[in-house]
């Protein structure tokens, strides 16, 4: 993928986050898997304490005006709106750790797989940030997977969150089951062998560990079933390029750039 491609990718992601702040109550069937995790108000104020020598005067002043017109809110629409607010200003301040910690207590306002989802990817995108400490790690981690698997209770049938959780396995792997994300991505390959993305995520790995004649499998088979994805075209030049096959770099670089027009 070309850099305006990853820019423009980049810049709607955070939109999204922005614009839609909001998760769903945890559904019954997941209350033993939170009850598994920690403790996720105490996590996050220890991060909130942790991040307070970072944040500017400014900074500080705004947090703490919208905490004071949180605890004076009554009705659920209102407090969704503060948190939406604290959701967003931790979000552009750099710490996704507790911008989805403030999207979870939303969690118990709202209830849909979108809003469920939102909040996994913020906790993933603490997963993908450098310098990240243990402690935090560990909890993004947690906290992403209860998300994902909230929204996959909510709508089983759909893959998408599926994926995304066994990415978040591959970001953070589970010390006692390492290759867990690997796993469920193939047992995903078997389940929905048309769905484009579960090849794409695949290649997205292959790539990773310079699986390159694997890469270009997966890709080519999301490409016979969506031809036109600049998220398969454009990758697909670049591994056939590394790969020495330069008639078919060409043709996929083309393909490329006049998707990208």
């Known amino acids: 993928m070309r850099k305006p491609q990853w820019i423009a990718a980049g810049i709607a992601l955070v939109l999204v986050l922005i614009t839609y702040w909001?998760?769903?109550?945890?559904?019954?069937?997941?209350?033993?898997?939170?009850n598994r995790?920690?403790?996720a108000t105490t996590g996050v104020q220890s991060l909130i304490r942790d991040a307070h020598a970072e944040l500017t005067p400014a900074q500080k002043a705004t947090f703490a005006t919208l905490e004071e017109r949180l605890e004076s809110q009554q009705d659920d629409s209102a407090r969704v709106a503060v948190l939406q607010q604290l959701a967003s200003e931790w979000y552009q301040a750099g710490k996704p750790s507790i911008s989805g910690a403030y999207a979870a207590r939303i969690a118990e306002i709202e209830n849909t797989e979108d809003a469920w989802s939102i909040t996994a990817t913020t906790f993933s995108l603490c997963l993908r940030q450098e310098g990240?400490?243990?402690?935090t790690r560990q909890y993004c981690a947690a906290q992403a997977e209860q998300a994902y698997q909230a929204a996959i209770s909510l709508n089983p049938e759909n893959p998408e969150n599926r994926i995304n959780l066994a990415v978040t396995y591959t970001d953070n792997p589970p010390p006692d089951n390492p290759m867990k994300g690997i796993l469920m991505l193939r047992e995903l390959e078997q389940q929905y062998p048309d769905y484009p993305q579960v090849y794409i995520t695949l290649a997205q790995l292959a790539i990773k560990t310079n699986q390159l004649d694997r890469a270009a499998e997966r890709l080519a088979t999301a490409d016979r079933l969506a031809p036109d994805n600049p998220d398969v075209v454009c990758p697909l030049a670049r591994v056939y390029e590394n790969l020495g096959r330069a008639g078919e770099a060409d043709i996929y670089a083309r393909k490329c750039a006049a998707l990208l027009e």
């Open 37 to 39: 995790g920690p403790v």
């Open 132 to 135: 990240v400490d243990d402690k």
């Open 22 to 34: 909001g998760c769903p109550v945890r559904p019954p069937e997941m209350e033993d898997g939170f």
